[in-house]
C-alpha cells in the first residue's frame, strides 16, 4: 500500500491500485487524465486547484467534496451525479471504499474555522484505513480518528507545526505515517527531521517528498 502512495508536493497526494485516487491536487505537473475518485479538503486555492484538477479528471471521475463547498463544483461543470457532498462525522460508499469526513480545522488560528465545515478523511482500501488529515491542528476528532496510515501537515502557519503533529500522531499511534505539508508554500524541509525525531519507534515515518 505504501508503495502507491505519492505525495506530489505540499498535500496534493495520489493512490494509485484498482482505482486511482488523489487528494488535494496542485501543481501537478504531467496530464495523466487518470483520476478515479477525487477528494478535496477545503476551498483554499492549494488544495482546490481547477486548473490541476482538468490534468488528471476524466468524464467518469467522482469528486468528493465539504457540503460547505456546494457551488463550488460549476467551477469545474460537474453533472450532480459526479459529486458527493459530505459532512462532518458522515460515513460513505464512494466506489468501492468506505469514506469517512473528519472535521479539519485550526484551534488556535483564524485561517481554518471549525464553522467553515472542511474535512479530512479517512478512506478504507484493501482493508487498510487511511487518514488524510487535511489544513488541521491537533483537534480532538483527529485524536479519535482510528487508521493504519495518516497522513498528517506538519509545516506550521495554517495548521499543525512538526512538533504538535508529532504529538498528535504519538496518540493516535497508526502503523506508519507520512507529513505533507510543508517543504514548498509553507514549512522547511527540515521540518520533517524535526517531526521524525519526536515520533515514536513503534510508528514508521515513511517520507514521500
Not at 460537474?78 to 464512494?94: C, R, Y
Not at 471549525?114 to 478523511?121: C, E, P
Not at 505539508?181 to 519526536?198: C, I, M, Q, R, W
Amino acid at each position: 500500500m505504501i508503495s502507491q502512495i505519492s505525495v506530489n508536493e505540499h498535500s496534493s497526494i495520489r493512490i494509485g491500485g484498482e482505482q486511482v485516487i488523489y487528494f488535494d491536487p496542485f501543481r501537478i505537473k504531467e496530464a495523466a487524465f487518470d483520476a478515479d475518485i477525487i477528494f478535496i479538503t477545503h476551498a483554499h486555492y492549494d488544495h482546490f486547484s481547477p486548473e490541476d484538477i482538468v490534468k488528471i479528471k476524466k468524464d467518469s471521475t467522482v469528486f468528493v467534496m465539504p457540503k460547505s463547498m456546494q457551488g463550488e463544483e460549476n467551477k469545474l461543470a460537474l453533472s450532480n451525479d459526479k459529486v458527493i457532498f459530505m459532512s462532518p462525522g458522515e460515513t460513505v460508499l464512494v466506489g468501492n471504499y468506505s469514506v469517512t469526513a473528519v472535521p479539519s480545522y485550526n484551534t488556535n488560528k483564524p485561517m481554518h474555522p471549525k464553522s467553515n465545515g472542511w474535512l479530512g478523511y479517512v478512506v478504507e482500501i484493501s482493508g487498510k484505513k487511511i487518514f488524510v488529515a487535511g489544513d488541521t491542528d491537533i483537534t480532538e476528532e483527529a485524536k479519535n480518528v482510528i487508521c493504519h496510515i495518516a497522513m498528517v501537515p506538519i509545516g506550521g502557519t495554517y495548521t499543525m507545526d512538526a512538533k504538535e503533529a508529532a504529538e498528535l500522531i504519538n496518540g493516535m499511534k497508526p502503523d506508519v505515517v507520512i507529513p505533507t505539508h510543508y517543504g514548498t508554500l509553507v514549512g522547511k524541509p527540515e521540518d520533517a527531521n524535526v517531526f521524525e525525531s519526536l515520533v515514536h519507534s513503534t510508528i514508521q515515518v515513511c517520507r514521500k517528498l
